[in-house]
């Protein structure tokens, strides 16, 4: 029932059904992620995995081979921006990527009982959550209801945004990406001894919404994200940002 091929001329369906090979290392977790992207990015996805072959194959068991733990803007949907399909990526989102208990059990039961191998802190531009915690700085206005956790959340890499001199808002939407991946690894001894083993590694990425490309902050250890990623089949030349 997995026959990709639909012989006798009816019209196959849109996405593709491609296999790819689950990466178990983290720079080549890494690699497959920025190649995907540079698809997205070119207009040329592939949409692997996506099929009602892969659906049923992956309904027993799922290996991820990344968690995104990324922003909930609507824009930064991480299988289109990444271009995979079911059961490749773990995502755990919260406005502003906000890392509370519930986001670091959710890493651990990845990394620890799937065996991802790459925890990614995605964030982006303009984000709404970082530019809202900016105002209630600004303003003294107290946030309302629990947007106030995500505030809270976000103070810290305000703080050390000022610390900084950094005051532009895509500066400090870096300062509080790797403010997450430091959180991650921070609260969690169980992901750090895991990096610390070499099974795994945190990377901290920012996404362009009008681009579309994703470009490596931060990365622990260091070297675990690299823009110098083999270029997979049919894959074009990086897009400028
Ligand atoms: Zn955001």
Same mark, same amino acid.
């Given at each position: 029932?997995?026959?990709?091929?639909?012989?006798?001329?009816?019209?196959?369906?849109?996405?593709?059904?491609?296999?790819?090979?689950?990466? =178990?290392?983290?720079?080549?977790?890494?690699?497959?992620? $920025? $190649?995907?992207?540079?698809? #997205?990015?070119?207009?040329?996805?592939?949409?692997?995995?996506?099929?009602?072959?892969?659906?049923?194959?992956?309904?027993?068991?799922?290996?991820? #081979?990344?968690?995104?733990?990324?922003?909930?803007?609507?824009?930064?949907?991480?299988?289109?921006?990444?271009?995979?399909?079911?059961?490749?990526? #773990?995502?755990?989102?919260?406005?502003?990527?906000?890392?509370?208990?519930?986001?670091?059990?959710?890493?651990?039961?990845?990394?620890?009982?799937?065996?991802?191998?790459?925890?990614?802190?995605?964030?982006?531009?303009?984000?709404?959550?970082?530019?809202?915690?900016?105002?209630? =700085?600004?303003?003294?206005?107290?946030?309302?209801?629990?947007?106030?956790?995500?505030?809270?959340?976000?103070?810290?890499?305000?703080?050390?945004?000022?610390?900084?001199?950094?005051?532009?808002?895509?500066?400090?939407?870096?300062?509080?990406?790797?403010?997450?991946?430091?959180?991650?690894?921070?609260?969690?001894?169980?992901?750090?001894?895991?990096?610390?083993?070499?099974?795994?590694? =945190?990377?901290?990425?920012?996404?362009?919404?009008?681009?579309? =490309?994703?470009?490596?902050?931060?990365?622990?250890?260091?070297?675990?994200?690299?823009?110098?990623?083999?270029?997979?089949?049919?894959?074009?030349?990086?897009?400028?940002?």
């Amino acid at each position: 029932m997995s026959s990709p091929g639909t012989p006798g001329g009816q019209p196959g369906p849109q996405r593709t059904t491609d296999r790819v090979p689950v990466p =178990v290392e983290p720079a080549q977790a890494y690699a497959e992620l $920025a $190649a995907g992207n540079r698809r #997205f990015v070119s207009g040329a996805p592939r949409h692997p995995n996506q099929d009602a072959g892969h659906r049923a194959a992956v309904a027993d068991g799922q290996h991820p #081979f990344a968690v995104i733990v990324g922003c909930s803007d609507s824009r930064l949907a991480a299988e289109i921006i990444f271009d995979r399909g079911l059961g490749d990526l #773990f995502v755990v989102r919260t406005a502003g990527h906000t890392a509370g208990p519930e986001v670091l059990g959710s890493v651990e039961y990845a990394v620890t009982v799937l065996g991802t191998p790459l925890v990614v802190v995605l964030g982006h531009d303009s984000c709404g959550a970082v530019q809202a915690a900016r105002e209630v =700085v600004t303003t003294g206005a107290p946030p309302v209801g629990h947007l106030g956790a995500v505030v809270d959340a976000v103070l810290p890499s305000l703080r050390r945004a000022e610390a900084e001199g950094v005051d532009d808002i895509d500066g400090i939407v870096d300062i509080h990406i790797a403010q997450t991946v430091e959180t991650l690894l921070g609260q969690s001894p169980v992901l750090a001894a895991a990096v610390a083993q070499g099974r795994c590694a =945190v990377v901290g990425v920012s996404y362009r919404l009008a681009a579309g =490309v994703v470009r490596p902050v931060t990365a622990v250890p260091t070297g675990a994200a690299t823009l110098d990623v083999p270029t997979g089949p049919g894959a074009p030349a990086p897009a400028a940002a």
